[in-house]
């Protein structure tokens, strides 16, 4: 093969890489889309959060059989699974949360502080030099969070919502997002395919979840084809599609790049709820936005 049909090749396989990573970027940024109607009916976080798992866990099943793809757990994975799957739950679990306390465009802004949070793990439990632009990102990240939170005004948040538990609830589920991150990559974990990777975290999320809904009494059989449609919706767009669609970014273009490409997943949170569900923006919002996307594109571009 020539020199310039190896360069097509692989200029071909980079913008199938790029285009994989908005897709799967975009597609994340439906959670409140998806979650907003069914919280809206009634439905309890815990118990949404149950079908979303259940519903993907068992389409990432169906993907994983028709590849010829085992899914069992090896042995030595099975407690740090368990722990992965818990610190998922959380992440999960709060973000959802954050949705009844503020704005789905803001939640979803909020919750991508999680590169910040995983080099400050990195840096305090696992001894890693931070740069000095870390550290400028982690202030940026900082002032970022004041302007949506305080300075964003009543728009950013629901009637009567408390502005600081709603702030604290969504940048915890950041918090979580990326313990997991490095739980996976500091664990036996990491050796897993991403396909049998995301079937046990789902399915487990899945139990954790229908637990927590039966001990609190407000697990419910769906029966309303509405919401049944909106959360396979959540299942398939924002839980499997996303991740199908990620995985097959950082095969062709790396982590960091796809990392990067991953600012479109807040930004199409933050357009699809303005549309969809009149959400307002504000000049200080707008500016706490920026200052995130800032500081998380300082973090992915110089921390490898």
């Known amino acids: ?28 940024g439906f959670i409140p889309v998806f979650s907003k109607p069914v919280l ?24 994983s059989w028709a590849q010829r793809q085992p899914i069992s757990l090896p042995r030595d994975c099975r407690k740090c699974m368990g722990l992965i799957a818990v610190l998922y739950c959380f992440s999960g679990g709060f973000l959802v949360l954050g949705l009844k306390f503020m704005s789905g465009g803001v939640t979803e802004v909020l919750h991508f502080t999680y ?17 000095l632009s870390s550290a400028i990102a982690i202030v940026i990240a900082i002032i970022g969070i004041y302007c949506l939170g305080v300075l964003g ?34 664990s036996n974990a990491h050796k897993l395919s991403s396909m049998r990777l995301s079937f046990w975290m789902l399915f487990l999320s899945a139990i954790i979840f229908a637990v927590l809904s039966l001990i609190s009494g ?27 669609f990620q995985v097959y970014s ?27 569900f009149d959400e307002v923006l504000n000049l200080p919002i707008l500016a706490g936005i920026a200052l995130i996307f800032t500081a998380v594109m300082i973090v992915v571009t110089r921390n490898k």
């Not at 309890?44 to 993907?63: K, Q, T």
């Not at 940048?171 to 990559?185: D, E, K, P, Q, R």
């Open 218 to 244: 407000t697990f419910e059989f769906i029966s309303d084809w509405r919401i049944f449609l909106n959360l396979f919706g959540l299942a398939l767009v924002a839980t499997v599609l996303s991740n199908v």
């Open 250 to 276: 950082i095969k062709y273009i790396g982590s960091t790049q796809a990392a990067i490409l991953g600012a479109v997943e807040p930004a199409t949170g933050v357009v699809l709820c303005v549309i969809l």
């Open 115 to 131: 590169p910040v949070w995983v080099m400050l793990i990195l840096l305090v439990f696992f001894k890693e030099k931070i740069r």
């Open 153 to 186: 005004g009543a728009e950013a948040f629901m009637p009567g919502a408390d502005r600081t538990a709603g702030v604290v609830i969504v940048v915890a589920s950041g918090l979580a997002c990326g313990s997991y991150i490095v739980a996976i990559n500091k």
């Open 1 to 28: 093969m020539s020199v310039n049909n190896q360069n097509t090749i692989s200029a071909v396989s980079r913008w199938k890489g790029v285009i994989a990573g908005v897709l799967g970027a975009g597609f994340f």
């Open 40 to 63: 809206a009916a009634g439905i309890s976080p815990a118990c949404l959060l149950f079908y979303r798992f259940f519903f993907a866990s068992i389409l990432i099943a169906l993907i």
